[in-house]
């Protein structure tokens, strides 16, 4: 067992118990390390696939807001597993990406036919159009908003696969962008695109909404892989 394996199990098994509740913070690093016999780089690892898996939130200082606070359980064995392994693999950007259209052309489609509530995706992007943004505020935005647009499928598996990819979906986004000629144009452009998307999903045109999230995305991913050495 890896070691951020055995702080994963501790933390499962608290969350069992009882013993750990929504609300509650995890110990620090030093008080886990010394409790597990392991290294606080492996603990800060654990509370990174926790994060991944929606378990906790993490903030940084030494407030009352700081450290790890539990913010959910998984739902279900099926959900946990699934979260855990995609949270905590290495996966290669051709198979993220080809995932994502798959997953999210269904879902814009089905959002689109159901002309579901799409206000947290406009208060997304609003967020998004804000002057100042560092490429790494914009993309963990970018991926709410791919997470949200998912979720209004009303399909509680692709909802909790698409959460699970999102550290992955942010990660090679996020390496990507010293690579783009014009870090600005290319918001520009998404910018363009996101909004869109969610006026066809809006509108009711399901098959433009999944046009159009397909070319979203291999239009990014094939720039990327194009100025990427």
């Known amino acids: ?19 750990l509740r929504i609300g509650e913070r995890l110990p620090g690093e030093r008080v886990l390390a ?15 696939v926790l994060e991944a898996m929606g378990v906790v939130r993490t903030a940084t200082g030494s407030g009352p807001e700081a450290g790890a606070v539990i913010v959910a359980e998984p739902v279900s064995p099926l959900t946990a597993v699934l ?5 905590t693999n290495h996966l290669p950007m051709g198979d993220v990406v080809q995932t994502r259209i798959l ?23 609003d967020a998004m159009d804000a002057p100042g943004l560092s490429p790494e505020e914009f993309h963990r935005l970018d991926a709410e908003f791919h997470v949200a647009l998912s979720g209004l499928a009303g ?4 909802a909790a696969v698409m959460a699970s990819l999102r550290s ?15 870090w600005e144009a290319t918001t520009v452009g998404l910018r363009a ?8 999903v809006r509108a009711g045109e399901p098959d ?8 979203h995305i291999r239009g990014f991913y094939q720039a990327a892989r194009l100025n990427m050495p």
């Not at 409790?35 to 990174?48: C, D, F, H, K, N």
């Open 1 to 19: 067992m890896k070691n951020y394996e055995l702080v994963l199990h501790r933390v499962e098994a608290e969350l069992a118990a009882g013993r």
């Open 34 to 48: 010394e409790q597990l016999g392991i290294s606080r780089p492996s603990v800060r690892e654990a509370v990174r």
């Open 83 to 87: 979260r855990l392994h995609l949270a």
């Open 103 to 125: 997953l999210e052309s269904w879902a814009a489609r089905e959002a689109a036919e159901q002309q579901a509530n799409a206000d947290e995706l406009e208060i997304l992007l």
């Open 155 to 158: 399909n509680v598996l692709i």
């Open 168 to 182: 992955a979906i942010h990660g090679y986004v996020l390496a990507a962008v010293p690579n783009l000629p014009d």
């Open 193 to 200: 695109e996101h909004r869109a998307i969610l006026k066809a």
């Open 208 to 215: 433009d909404a999944a046009d159009l999230i397909t070319a």
